[in-house]
């Protein structure tokens, strides 16, 4: 009777490693929104010691659809340089601005998709890592 309860002990644990071990596994999972015209969307800040702050934006778009792209700089959260771009397939925005000492500083890309009826159909945007200056 002894050896059963044992065996069956032994099982019970098997059994919480093995599904415990899978959620793991499954909580490793990146999440990443679904879109209907977009299939990526990237922002991007990198800054020099110099202040040169190099900012850019990049969107990907599924066939028959076209991308008003929008890339901001924000400076504490309120905007100091903007750049666009139009276009299909794979369009790019961004460029450099120098910027002050002493701030926080984030890239915003906004992606406006159209369909082939020029109605938009999605808006999503993308925040860069936050860079302290």
């Known amino acids: ?3 059963k309860s044992i065996r069956a002990t032994v099982f019970m644990l098997l059994l ?7 959620l ?3 909580g490793a999972t990146q999440i990443q929104p679904m879109y209907t015209g977009v299939s990526s969307l990237t922002s991007g800040l990198t800054i020099s010691t110099s202040g040169a702050a190099t900012c850019g ?3 990907s778009v599924r066939s028959g659809y076209t991308v008003d792209l929008t890339v901001e700089l924000k400076q504490d959260g309120s905007t100091i340089k903007t750049w666009t771009s139009s276009g299909t397939s794979i369009v790019s925005a961004g460029g450099t601005y120098y ?3 002493g701030h926080s500083y ?3 890309t906004t ?3 159209y369909d082939s009826n020029d109605h938009l159909v999605e808006n999503p945007d993308k ?3 936050v860079t302290y200056y």
């Not at 919480?16 to 899978?22: E, I, R, T």
């Open 1 to 3: 009777m002894r050896k």
């Open 16 to 22: 919480v490693s093995l599904f415990s071990a899978n």
């Open 24 to 26: 793991v596994s499954a």
């Open 57 to 59: 934006g990049r969107a």
């Open 99 to 101: 910027v002050a000492s």
């Open 106 to 108: 984030v890239v915003t």
């Open 111 to 113: 992606a406006a998709v």
């Open 127 to 129: 925040d860069s890592l």
